[in-house]
T-cell receptor, first 113, second 114 residues
């Protein structure tokens, strides 16, 4: 059964710092991996979706990479801002998972002014 | 505005009192799903639906029911709620297979069962 882990669970950085969030998964037979942002009191917002054939995806200051063989993905945030403060979750869709997604526990990020 | 709408957003109820959490999307998405989010356990899928009248169990379906009579609506039913169903619930929808395309989530429904 697929397991998805995000470490650290919480992270606090000063504004302007470049940072990396980690996501690891146990079964490398994945269809795709998504990164989401969750703000308090709100639902999840999809940030980036990486198909299994891709190595990375970029959107603005965000860059997500995928290494299937090692079971890892990273979300790179450049020049962090206080508005980036939120919980970031990754979710994996397995090759044979049908309509199932497996989520990590999330990393709670705080960017201090 | 394209969105997924859940109601109620907050609910406190007592053990055994049947309740329904509604979910509606205005994007003509085929796929809809329900998740619960608990501290330390992340999001876990409860049920999903591939289209009208087609539903299937997720990871944690026990104690829940769903129905998909119309494409836009996917209500979550707790026939006899128990305290272990206290959680934050999310509904989500997408074109195509869930997870193959971008998921759109509702704002969440926080349920407390006393």
């Amino acid at each position: 059964k697929q397991e998805v882990t995000q470490i650290p669970a919480a992270l606090s950085v000063p504004e302007g710092e470049n940072l990396v969030l980690n996501c690891s998964f146990t079964d490398s037979a994945i269809y795709n991996l998504q990164w989401f942002r969750q703000d308090p009191g709100k639902g999840l917002t999809s940030l980036l979706l990486i198909q299994s054939s891709q190595r990375e995806q970029t959107s603005g200051r965000l860059n997500a990479s995928l290494d299937k063989s090692s079971g890892r993905s990273t979300l790179y945030i450049a020049a962090s801002q206080p508005g980036d403060s939120a919980t970031y979750l990754c979710a994996v869709k397995g090759d044979n998972a049908g309509n199932m997604l497996t989520f990590g526990g999330g990393t709670r990020l705080m960017v201090k002014p | 505005e394209a969105q997924v709408t859940q109601n109620p957003r907050y609910l406190i109820t007592v053990t055994g009192k049947k309740l329904t959490v509604t979910c509606s999307q205005n994007m003509n998405h085929e796929y809809m799903s329900w998740y619960r989010q608990d501290p330390g356990l992340g999001l876990r899928q409860i049920y999903y639906s591939m289209n009208v009248e087609v539903t299937d169990k997720g990871d944690v379906p026990e104690g829940y029911k769903v129905s998909r009579k119309e494409k836009r609506n996917f209500p979550l039913i707790l026939e006899s709620p128990s305290p272990n169903q206290t959680s934050l619930y999310f509904c989500a929808s997408s074109f195509g297979t869930i997870g193959a395309n971008v998921l759109t989530f509702g704002a969440g429904s926080r349920l407390t069962v006393l």
